[in-house]
T-cell receptor, first 114, second 111 residues
Framework: DAGVTQSPTHLIKTRGQHVTLRCSPI?????VSWYQQVLGQGPQFIFQ???????GRGNFPDRFSARQFPNYSSELNVNALLLGDSALYLC?????????????FGPGTRLLVL | GENVEQHPSTLSVQEGDSAVIKCTYS??????FPWYKQELGKRPQLIID?????GEKKDQRIAVTLNKTAKHFSLHITETQPEDSAVYFC??????????FGPGTRLSVLP
């Protein structure tokens, strides 16, 4: 029974570049959320998607965007990378039935911006 | 919006002792409170959760208590073991909103 998967595991980029991170939710889960975790801090909410629709957006600039595909997988895109974007990017999936639900995290993508 | 505070930021206990981590939240509409354990270099793992219609929940050595009036909830770990050493995060969620995490508590269980 596969859990949430993310790719790539690690990524090194330079300032100004663009990055795409990918996530596949647990089978049967229809909702995907993205979080940014800076070293030493708790995860910060970026986006939530359900049935390909954006359900929520955190306090992040427009350089951050995401989408969800018909198979419920998701991509997070970050444009014009800044040094401060260096972080662990976590994807979490949940059933998407509505109401408070447990979210299960993937292993994350560690992004380093030089 | 919701704000979650967590204390202490670091906690060291002797093996076999108990550990308590406390979180407070600001949005009285929050009704789901999970706790996650994150070991170094690994993903956050759900260890226990509680909903607002319950005051306490236990799972073996782990328990969570919720005081809705005071808007705080706590994680209790009894008979701590070295493998309990990790960073623990609390979170709060209200319907129609999104998870807000606390800043984390680094627990060290000393042999």
């Amino acid at each position: 029974d596969a859990g949430v998967t993310q790719s790539p595991t690690h990524l090194i980029k330079t300032r100004g570049q663009h990055v795409t991170l990918r996530c596949s939710p647990i089978s049967g889960h229809k909702s995907v959320s993205w979080y940014q975790q800076v070293l030493g801090q708790g995860p910060q909410f970026i986006f939530q998607y359900y049935e390909k629709e954006e359900r929520g957006r955190g306090n992040f600039p427009d350089r951050f965007s995401a989408r969800q595909f018909p198979n419920y997988s998701s991509e997070l895109n970050v444009n014009a990378l800044l040094l401060g974007d260096s972080a662990l990017y976590l994807c979490a999936s949940s059933l998407g039935l509505g109401g408070p639900e447990t979210q299960y995290f993937g292993p994350g993508t560690r992004l380093l911006v030089l | 919006g919701e704000n979650v505070e967590q204390h202490p930021s670091t906690l060291s206990v002797q093996e076999g002792d108990s550990a308590v981590i406390k979180c407070t939240y600001s949005d009285s509409a929050s009704n789901y409170f999970p706790w996650y354990k994150q070991e170094l270099g690994k993903r956050p793992q759900l260890i226990i959760d509680i909903r607002s219609n319950v005051g306490e929940k236990k799972d073996q050595r782990i328990a969570v208590t919720l005081n809705k009036t005071a808007k705080h909830f706590s994680l209790h770990i009894t008979e701590t073991q070295p493998e309990d050493s990790a960073v623990y995060f609390c979170a709060a969620l209200s319907y129609g909103q999104n998870f807000v995490f606390g800043p984390g508590t680094r627990l060290s269980v000393l042999p």
